[in-house]
């Protein structure tokens, strides 16, 4: 079972914790460890790791492991500026839209930021999206007449697609290793080895409200919460599959789309991992 | 027609382009977007392989002898279907149009279909020019673009009821076949533009249209995989799937394989080039050569020479009454079911065993 923790498909950069990055809300990070780089105080090292708990939503990784941070620095002592980059100009405004605000939340909590500006570069929406956020004005008045409301829905929807890619993340390693099938709907998280997936996993779930704790059945419907029955069991795990497949080749276009738009690395880029 | 190992394969470039992207065709005050755009489409060209990429400006604008030598003469393509894609707002002419691909076509007789299109909030002078197009291009097809930007407005659905009008008019002038390409933009902005529910819906209300999902709905392959399972005039176009995996990522594109054959499968499948995206020479060449590498994908469905031979021409000759030599063609019943026939009669059947 010590094999599952090696098949993560996005591990941390090496110098965090073994816990996944969590969410991009202030209170989610109060326990996150400082980088060991040898500086004291604020220095752009600590605004990379807050931004490190920023992800695509669409593809549930984060900003950095991605190649999405382009330029991170303090301008003045506590004026930090970020620059974004995505794959293509047209990437879709909405998800670009909540990965500029995150991490224009994220860098903010940062202790000691006093003023923060974040870029997005060369995208089709670049001003609507860097002037809305600036001036916090929420997805709907950026966008003024070409949208109707906020993007908590759009969020909520793909975070309970990282739910089901995550089921078939954490589930494939325990089938390999000889859990029949059927049982899987017997059990509980807290009867899953401890892994990188399995954390992540149970972070998605509980960013839905949905059940994360040891007592919750691993295989729950991520619309509903509801248990997954023994007979909805294959037709699960073929969505979750088929889900995490979806995911991992969207990231891997996008990856080389990047590659292609771009010359360098960005900050904290993680090099692609093998899909299984 | 491709000629390996003692078999042939009919090629339907399903889906391919002749455009015209460079800055004498870009509209004063909309640069950057056209701009931006072609130089999008660049970026997957990156994914292919090297010695088949071209310079941005030659990806620009190629020539008319430059489509006939990649896609007919070194491309193996049979018959390949002009997918017009509009863009108006963004180049003068048209990024690419049903007149300039019949233009051209016209000079090579029997090498071409071609589609046309339309865009629901161009109320009823659209429709007039729908049959307009339809009469003079004798089209039996559509390609639609979700995502065009019109007037303002940053795209549509195709559930709107505007669109709906425009299926039934399309349906009564004599389309059978509407290709669907969704984009990053829709109206209203905070939904997500890449959703295929829509489609679910039009497929369900238009059963005598087939819808054929361009990109296999990429980045919403799960979405689409399941929606195609459900309804039985949905097919799946390879644009993107091919071109954009097979070599760059190419477990990737056994996965997806996979998954398209379970969910899709092999009857309901599209061979397009997205020619000049991608050149068809190396894709036919190296579909017809691939298995999956390895037995970690042993759960996955198998593809054999007669699926191949559907995806590459068949299916699409099938849609369109294409016309295909005695010698490509198979007997009946060759090949294997996908998800929609498998999942109803074994239940207990699962994919998730061994990894």
Same mark, same amino acid.
């Given at each position: 079972?010590?094999? /599952? ?9 090496? &110098? ?28 752009? @090292?600590? %605004?990379? @790791? ?5 992800? &695509? ?8 492991? %991605?190649?999405? /941070? ?11 500026? /970020? ?24 860098? @903010? ?17 670049? &001003? ?7 001036? +916090? ?14 993007? #908590? ?14 089921? &078939?993340?954490?589930? +494939? ?18 009867? /899953? ?37 023994? #007979? ?22 996008? +990856? ?21 | ?7 042939? =394969? ?22 950057? =977007?056209?701009?931006?755009?072609? !130089? $999008?489409?660049?970026? =997957? ?43 108006? !707002? ?23 279909? =071609? ?12 429709? *007039? ?52 390409? *969704? ?30 999902? !361009? ?9 689409? $995989? ?58 036919? !060449? ?21 699926? *191949? ?18 010698? $490509? ?27």
């Amino acid at each position: 079972m010590t094999a /599952v923790s090696s098949r993560g498909i996005t591990p941390g950069p090496p &110098d965090r914790g073994a816990g996944p990055p969590g969410p991009p809300l202030p209170s989610a990070r109060a326990g996150q460890p400082a980088v060991a780089d040898g500086t004291r105080g604020l220095g752009p @090292s600590l %605004l990379l @790791s807050a931004l490190e708990a920023v992800r &695509d939503p669409e593809l549930d990784e984060p900003i950095t492991a %991605l190649g999405f /941070v382009a330029a991170c620095e303090l301008t003045e002592p506590g004026d930090a500026e /970020v620059r974004l980059r995505l794959p293509t100009y047209f990437c879709a405004p909405n998800f670009a839209y909540l990965m500029v605000a995150d991490a224009y939340d994220a860098v @903010s909590a940062v202790p000691g930021v006093r003023e923060t500006r974040v870029v997005l570069e060369e995208h089709f929406a670049s &001003d609507a999206i860097n002037g809305g956020v600036a001036a +916090r004005a929420g997805f709907a008045r950026s966008f003024d007449g070409e949208a109707v409301g906020e993007l #908590d829905g759009l969020r909520a929807d793909f975070l309970r697609k990282a739910v089901m890619a995550g089921t &078939d993340q954490v589930c +494939r390693p325990l089938l390999a290793s000889g859990t029949a099938p059927a049982a899987l709907a017997g059990l509980t998280l807290g009867q /899953v080895p401890p892994s990188r997936p399995l954390d992540r996993l149970k972070q998605r779930r509980a960013e839905l409200g949905l059940p994360a704790g040891d007592d919750a059945p691993l295989l729950i419907d991520p619309q509903t919460g509801q248990p997954v029955e023994p #007979d909805g069991l294959p037709l699960h795990l073929r969505k979750a599959r088929l889900t995490r497949t979806s995911l991992e080749a969207n990231g891997s276009i996008c +990856r080389g789309m990047l590659q292609h738009r771009y010359d360098s690395p960005g900050l904290h880029q993680l090099s692609e991992e093998d899909p299984e | 027609m491709y000629q390996k190992d003692g078999e042939k =394969y009919f090629v339907v470039d399903s889906h391919m382009h002749y455009w015209n992207a460079a800055p004498d065709n870009w509209v004063p005050g909309a640069e950057q =977007y056209a701009k931006g755009w072609i !130089e $999008c489409f660049h970026a =997957y060209q990156g994914l292919g392989p090297p010695a088949t990429h071209w310079t941005i400006e030659h990806f620009q604008k190629y020539s008319e002898d430059d489509l006939m030598k990649d896609v007919f003469e070194d491309g193996y393509v049979d018959v390949a279907v002009f997918q017009p894609t509009y863009l108006k !707002e963004w180049y003068k002419e048209g990024f690419n149009t049903t007149e300039r691909n019949a233009l051209m076509g016209e000079k090579h007789p029997g090498k071409f279909v =071609y589609n046309t299109r339309f865009d629901p909030r161009d109320g009823d002078e659209g429709l *007039k020019t729908l049959a307009a197009n339809v009469d003079r291009f004798g089209s039996k097809g559509v390609k639609l673009y979700t995502a065009e930007w019109n007037n303002g407005s940053r795209g549509y659905k195709l559930s709107d009821p505007a669109a709906y009008r425009y299926l039934d008019k399309a349906q009564e002038l004599g389309i059978k076949n509407v290709h669907v390409h *969704k984009g990053p933009t829709i109206w209203p902005l905070d939904k997500d533009a890449f959703d295929v529910s829509d489609i679910d819906h039009c497929a369900t209300d238009f059963p005598d249209l087939n819808f054929i999902v !361009e990109h296999v709905g990429l980045p919403r392959i799960e979405d689409f $995989c399941f929606m195609a399972t459900q309804e039985p005039n949905v097919y799946a176009g390879l644009s993107v799937v091919i071109g954009g995996l097979m070599h760059a990522r190419p477990k990737f594109f056994a996965k997806v394989m996979g998954e398209l054959l379970f969910w899709v499968g092999e009857d309901k499948m599209t061979f397009g080039s997205d020619y000049g995206i991608w050149e068809p020479r190396w894709q036919i !060449e190296g579909f017809v050569d691939w298995d999956y590498p390895g037995d970690e994908f042993s759960d996955y469905p198998r593809l054999g020479t007669a699926g *191949k031979k559907k995806i590459l021409g068949l299916n699409a000759a099938k849609l369109y009454g294409i016309e295909v030599p005695a010698e $490509c063609q198979l007997p009946a019943e060759a090949g294997t079911p996908g998800a929609h026939e498998v999942l109803a009669g074994q239940p207990e059947e699962h994919a998730a065993s061994g990894a």
